[in-house]
């Protein structure tokens, strides 16, 4: 597709468990990032990826949460050990380039409910 | 450090009529983007403009217009003669060089209703 593709859609798992998050950013886009949002706010940026390589993982809450862009296309968000706290809205976007002030386009998102 | 403030939480109006979701903003940098994104009830953040800092001139797209003011550190966007279709949230956003690599820091959104 034309667009940032996210998968699943939605997922729910039981506390404690390992979770998979898979981002397809747009054909051509260099740049990925992750964020994820909470009920009623913006999305908080979690990690950057220039290529294959993690350029900024500030956001990134805790070593439980861990990011991979292996052949600098598809990228994989994992978290390990979930809480109840993880349930958000995870959001992908890529740009073109990943340049100060760069358009960044989003997926639709993977809404992770942990119970 | 970057902020965005976006005071206005719900909004609430009726088909055809104008409405201003109001963006202010908070940067010790001289060069910064802003952003507005729309996120409509499926979830994805559809982008809706881009200004650079050095640009004030308003902006208009169909019954979008945009007024950006550096005095007041202020983005306002104006939907003219509003439709159903306008109802989602409505993001503003930061790009500055503290924030570097194009992250961006977001404001809380706007709930914006459009009743028939």
């Known amino acids: 597709g034309a667009g940032v593709s996210q998968t699943p859609s939605n997922k729910v798992t039981e506390k404690g468990k390992y979770v998979e998050l898979r981002c397809d950013p747009i054909?051509?886009?260099?740049?990925l990032y992750w964020y994820r949002q909470s009920l009623g706010q913006g999305p908080e940026f979690l990690i950057y990826?220039?290529?294959?390589?993690?350029?900024?993982d500030s956001g990134l809450p805790n070593d439980r949460f861990f990011a991979v862009r292996p052949e600098g296309s598809v990228s994989t968000l994992k978290i390990q050990r979930t809480e109840r706290g993880d349930s958000a809205v995870y959001l992908c976007?890529?740009?073109?380039?990943?340049?100060?002030?760069?358009?960044?386009?989003f997926g639709e998102g993977s809404w992770l409910t942990v119970v | 450090a970057q902020k965005v403030t976006q005071a206005q939480t719900e909004i609430s109006v009726v088909e055809k009529e104008d409405v201003t979701l109001d963006c202010v903003y908070e940067?010790?940098?001289?060069?910064?983007?802003l952003f507005w994104y729309k996120q409509p009830p499926s979830g994805e953040l559809v982008f809706l403009i881009r200004?650079?800092?050095?640009?004030?001139q308003n902006e208009i797209s169909g019954r979008y217009s945009w007024n950006f003011q550096k005095s007041t550190s202020s983005f306002n966007f104006t939907i003219t003669a509003s439709q159903v279709v306008d109802s989602a949230v409505y993001f503003c956003?930061?790009?500055?060089?503290?924030?570097?690599?194009?992250?961006?820091?977001f404001g809380k959104g706007i709930t914006l209703s459009v009743r028939p």
């Open positions: 976007a890529s740009s073109l380039s990943g340049g100060y002030g760069n358009t960044i386009y």
């Open positions: 054909s051509g886009h260099t740049a």
């Open positions: 990826f220039q290529g294959t390589g993690a350029a900024d």
């Open positions: 940067t010790r940098d001289t060069t910064y983007y």
């Open positions: 200004r650079n800092s050095f640009d004030e």
């Open positions: 956003a930061l790009s500055d060089l503290t924030g570097a690599n194009s992250k961006l820091t």
